[in-house]
């Protein structure tokens, strides 16, 4: 990783460093994640269209919106984001979104194992960034995996059966 730049932060530079690390991973993911969410909403097809046509317009909105914070605390530690979509492409760790899935289950099932996937690592970079002794970055990133476990589970409601 490349040095960070100069910060009045009391934090010292190593725990800068590893925040840096985490808040990028997590980055990229929701970046990735974005996008699946927008090609869902683009393309879904068949039960229950609009009620998830709407809720995912709702969930990639709020991504956006936490991405934004999560890029903008990892600035102010001294870091740069990961956040062109070459980088995204590159170091992503979500599996890539199928362009040919159509079937709004279907959809909702990819989604739901992208959801699941991130939430593991934002609750590994929450155990990470407390011990190194960032409890802001760890406050961050716990209110986004709460906020993650919730897509979750409203992903999941739609694929109950009987
Ligand atoms: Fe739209």
């Known amino acids: 990783m490349a040095s960070l730049h100069r910060t009045r932060n009391d934090l010292g530079e190593n725990i800068r460093k590893a925040s840096v690390n ?5 980055l990229t993911d929701m ?4 996008n699946a969410v927008r090609m869902a909403h683009w393309t879904m097809k068949g039960p229950n269209f609009i009620g998830l046509h709407e809720m ?55 989604l739901a194992d992208r959801f699941a996937n991130l939430g593991k690592s934002v609750r590994e970079g929450i155990d990470s960034t407390d ?11 716990t209110g986004l995996s ?14 109950q059966e009987k």
């Open 56 to 110: 995912l317009e709702q969930f990639y909105n709020e991504l956006f919106a936490t991405a934004d914070e999560v890029a903008e605390r990892l600035v102010q530690l001294g870091g740069t984001p990961d956040g062109t979509s070459q980088i995204v492409a590159e170091k992503s760790r979500l599996a890539p979104y199928s362009q040919q899935t159509t079937y709004t289950l279907d959809h909702v099932k990819e």
């Open 22 to 26: 985490v808040l990028n991973g997590t």
């Open 131 to 141: 011990d190194a002794g960032d409890a802001d970055t760890a406050d961050l990133l």
């Open 31 to 34: 970046i990735d994640l974005t």
């Open 146 to 159: 709460r906020d993650l476990d919730k897509k979750l589970w409203m992903l999941e409601a739609h694929l």
